[in-house]
């Protein structure tokens, strides 16, 4: 069977003349899919931040709709305004609006605070040039003070102007369900895409979903730890997992999927193959 969700695809800035031409080639075969677009992240500090803006260059001339997220945090409001100033010329009318992380080590140093500040500005000195997309968390943010007032602030950022939300990954279908709900209660109509993460190696994954708070239930921990040094076997429960994750999502009326891809191809291809999508 065909289906027609919408899908996105994100990618980081690569470091090296390989891992560019890695994404070049992760880039052609995920065009198979059709995406809607897809999304490069974005660090603190120049050159990182440079890499964001060669990397959508680079995937618009493979006829990708690039869109660069854009963090808060650790730019003062001047840089913020150059790069949107940038962004604009180029063309680009989407961005992923956040407030970021700050690495360990670096400071802070930001006059905003808040992606809801970021959103507000951009919305008020470009009005709506921009399509906006913002972060949610149906597992709630890792430094939220409670479940409660982090929904009131997402709540927020949206009607600051933001007119669709991305995901943090997850694997419990509830959670992100909930969350939706939840957010409808507060006045949230827009769309909001989950974020899929495909499971190819298990530490990474398990260091990674302990900083960004994205939980691996219990049962799913203990299998992919039971298969050791069995990439295979790893894998293949992974791909059944996530696929299984994915249709549930879909089937519950999500809005489409945006892959964490990690700048590979094959691990989400073979997701939305199995999809039929
Ligand atoms: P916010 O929405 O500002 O929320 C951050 C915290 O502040 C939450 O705990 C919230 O409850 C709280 N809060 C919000 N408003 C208020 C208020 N008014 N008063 C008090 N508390 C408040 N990081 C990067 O560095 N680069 C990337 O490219 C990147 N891409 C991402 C893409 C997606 C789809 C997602 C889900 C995350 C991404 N991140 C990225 C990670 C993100 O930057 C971090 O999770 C960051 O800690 C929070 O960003 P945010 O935009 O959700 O922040």
Redesign the pocket.
């Known amino acids: 069977m065909s289906r027609t969700f919408e899908v996105s695809f ?1 990618f980081f800035p690569p470091r090296t003349d390989a891992g560019r031409e890695k994404l070049t080639a992760t880039r052609d075969a995920l065009m198979t899919k059709n995406p809607e677009f897809c999304s490069v ?4 500090g120049g050159s990182t931040r440079d890499r964001t803006l060669e990397t959508v260059l680079e995937l618009r001339d493979g006829g990708v709709d690039a869109v660069p ?1 854009l ?1 808060c945090i650790s730019s003062d409001k001047q840089e913020l305004r150059e790069l949107l100033a940038r962004y604009r010329e180029l063309g680009i009318r989407r961005i ?6 700050i690495p360990s080590g670096q400071g802070g140093g930001g006059e905003l ?4 500040e970021l959103i507000e500005l951009i919305r008020a000195e470009h009005g709506d040039h921009f399509e906006l997309l ?4 149906p597992e709630m ?5 409670d479940f409660e ?2 929904l009131r ?2 709540a ?2 949206m009607k600051a102007g933001a007119s669709r939300a ?3 990954y997850f694997f419990d279908a509830e959670a992100y369900f909930h969350f939706v709900e939840r957010v409808r209660a507060l006045g949230v109509e827009a769309p909001i895409i989950p ?1 899929i993460m495909p499971v190819t190696q298990f530490d990474s994954l398990v260091r990674f979903s302990d900083v ?1 708070g994205a939980g691996i239930p219990r049962w799913i921990r203990k299998q992919l730890e039971a298969y050791g040094d069995d990439q295979e076997s790893m894998r293949a429960f992974g791909h059944e997992m996530v696929s299984r994750l994915c249709e549930r999502l879909i089937e519950g009326g999500a809005p489409g999927l ?1 892959f964490y891809t990690l700048n590979q191809a094959s691990p989400s291809l073979r997701i939305l193959d199995s999809l039929g999508r």
């Open positions: 994100e992240t974005f660090g603190a997220h963090s992923v609006a956040l407030r970021g992380d605070r808040y992606a809801s913002a972060a949610a968390y943010h890792p430094q939220a003070r007032s982090d602030f997402f927020a950022k991305i995901t943090q974020g960004c945006h």
